[in-house]
């Protein structure tokens, strides 16, 4: 069974960082595309960025709103996807999910982050 | 950046057909997806590939995909069918996800 748990959300100011973690589990996690998907209270879904396999250079990508702030990693030793995120803004309150972005089959239960002073 | 639209919410009687369509700019050239999220949950994907299902998701769900408009279609709506549903592709020019903004089903 495949299982995606986020973890790292909490308080934290504006202009701070903060790191999420996404462990994975069920799966092969090195051969797979993850992604991270966010959405604030009320409101849509958002893609926040991906990161490719290993196998395919590992590449990240971002939208737009987040480039340049956040930096999506992976750990394939430890199953784990990353997501570090600085210079927040209070617009990125959210609840934050992992997902396999191959198919978007899986997803965590999500990890809520918010910025306030 | 390309732009995904969807009406903000749809209305229908229980045993009803429910459409919710997803407007882009050639769309029907794209892979959808589309997303049930209940309130509290994850998302679940329903339909993949404009008009696949993944295992485990009822008939009564079905999608498709052309020129500017994909839809989804629930067919003899149930009250559990209540949600929000989002349609999603990926933009080759940009490489990235689209999310479109969702659609709030009701079952009357």
């Known amino acids: 069974e495949v299982q995606l748990v986020e973890s790292g959300g909490g308080l934290v100011t504006p202009g701070g960082s903060l790191r999420l973690s996404c462990a994975a589990s069920g799966f092969t996690f090195s051969d797979a595309s993850m992604s991270w998907v966010r959405q604030a209270p009320g409101k849509g879904l958002e893609w926040v960025g991906r990161?490719?396999?290993?196998?395919?250079?590992?590449?990240?990508g971002y939208a737009a709103p987040v480039k340049g702030r956040f930096t999506i990693s992976r750990d394939d030793s430890k199953n784990t996807l990353y997501l570090q995120m600085s210079s927040l803004k209070t617009e990125d309150t959210a609840v934050y999910y992992c997902t396999t972005a191959g198919n978007f089959y899986d997803w965590g239960q999500g990890t809520l982050v918010i910025v306030s002073s | 950046s390309y732009v995904l639209s969807q009406p903000p919410s749809v209305s229908v009687a229980p045993g009803e057909t429910a459409r919710i369509t997803c407007g882009g700019n050639n769309v029907g050239t794209k892979s959808v997806r589309w997303f049930q999220q209940k309130p509290g949950q994850a998302p679940v994907l329903v339909i993949f590939y404009d008009d696949d299902r993944p295992s485990g998701i009822p008939e009564r769900f079905s999608g498709s995909n052309s020129a500017n408009t994909a839809t989804l279609t629930i067919s003899r709506v149930e009250a559990g069918d209540e949600a929000d549903y989002y349609c999603q592709v990926w933009d080759s020019s940009s490489d990235h996800y689209v999310f479109g903004a969702g659609t709030k089903v009701t079952v009357l």
């Open positions: 990161i490719k396999s290993r196998p395919d250079g590992a590449t990240p």
